[in-house]
């Protein structure tokens, strides 16, 4: 009863404005954190919330409180810092790194300081788009948002905001229980032996050569290693290997990864950077144990449930991957472990704390 009085008592925003611009970009990880807060602010929210969208043809889901709308007659950039600006009524909620520069009244998500830690890894458009507008919004946004500790003190040393300033709304993990891997095909032959998985782009900071470098000496411990996902326009280009053991997937969707963290021995995440690092935590929800870098936020989305590796040391990480796959107890204890670690991320949570963030402005 408790507990109900004080969730009535939460303060609620009667209307918003959501920059939807997001559905119409590739997935990744930014993409997926927009969706999965909307969703959880449809299942929340009371008064008018209103989903602004680019012009164009997009794959929405079922929304109960949420209304769609097209505005505007372009997209991209200008769509944003242009047509939605103009036509969004009341607060505006803007997921995925950038805003309008000319509203006040909204609030930005900055998921990492990437761009400025790890310029080499994006295109020189992105890196001149980010450069120029983030400063702009730290200063007139009502709030700035971040997903990790980690990502508010990277982004208060580039940018005019304090790091006490950024408001600290993680992902979640709840999605990965829609996903079924009994509907995937990814393994329909079955995986000749066990493997390794590798998930992300192409972008140097991800650092997916560290593990690739491994393939000979994994391949000697009856090991292959799964590359899921491709390169993004927004990275530079990197230099790919070569070897009978790295089977490279492609883009997989949400049930074929259900299945390969199924099947999986570990995930490997060797990045040098990341704001948040989801991957880590859908790997712990669905029982895949984890080896990850011990840099930037990783340490703070793993916790001890993980075991860590530098991101420039291979043996380290030879010597991880070689002491899960030869323990099965040790790896049943990082599974437990990993589904408690994973629980403490909730998009409901974070959610209802971007409501109470729009209810203030």
């Not at 700035?144 to 709304?169: C, Q, R, W």
């Not at 993680?170 to 009994?182: C, K, L, R, Y």
């Amino acid at each position: 009863m408790v507990r109900m009085q004080t969730e009535e008592r939460r303060q609620l925003p009667t209307s918003f404005t959501i920059n939807g611009r997001f559905f119409s970009q590739a997935a990744s990880g930014v993409q997926r954190y927009a969706q999965q807060i909307v969703e959880s602010i449809d299942r929340q929210a009371v008064g008018d919330v209103v989903l602004a969208l680019p012009p164009g043809d997009v794959s929405l889901p079922p929304f109960g409180k949420i209304r769609p709308k097209t505005l505007g007659a372009s997209n991209g950039y200008l769509w944003e810092q242009v047509m939605l600006p103009a036509l969004a009524r009341g607060p505006l909620l803007n997921l995925c790194n950038l805003g309008p520069v000319v509203r006040s009244d909204q609030i930005v998500c900055m998921h990492d300081a990437n761009v400025y830690t790890d310029p080499n890894s994006y295109s020189r458009a992105f890196q001149l788009a980010y450069r120029t507008l983030q400063p702009l919004l730290a200063r007139r946004a009502a709030r700035v948002t971040t997903v990790s500790k980690f990502s508010a003190t990277m982004l208060a040393k580039y940018l005019p905001i304090k790091a006490t300033d950024i408001l600290v709304l993680p992902n979640g993990h709840e999605h990965v229980h829609a996903w079924d891997a009994s509907r995937s095909t990814i393994l329909s032959s079955g995986a000749a032996r066990p493997f390794v998985l590798l998930i992300g782009s192409k972008a140097k900071h991800k650092n997916a050569d560290l593990v690739l470098s491994l393939a000979d000496a994994l391949d000697e411990l009856g090991l292959d290693i799964y590359v899921a996902g491709g390169q993004g326009r927004i990275f530079a280009a990197t230099e790919t290997r070569e070897r009978a053991n790295i089977v490279r997937l492609g883009f997989v969707s949400d049930d074929d990864l259900a299945a390969l963290y199924a099947r999986a021995s570990c995930l490997v995440f060797p990045s040098w950077s990341e704001g948040f690092g989801l991957p880590i935590v859908e790997a712990m929800a669905l029982g895949c144990p984890v080896i990850s870098s011990d840099r930037a936020s990783m340490p703070e989305v793993g916790g001890a449930a993980a075991r860590y590796a530098a991101p420039d040391d291979p043996a380290g990480w030879l010597g991880r991957i070689r002491e899960i796959a030869g323990s099965e107890a040790l790896r049943q204890d990082m599974i437990s472990a990993g589904r408690e670690q994973a629980r403490k991320f909730s998009w409901t949570q974070s959610a209802a704390g971007y409501l109470e963030a729009l209810a203030a402005i």
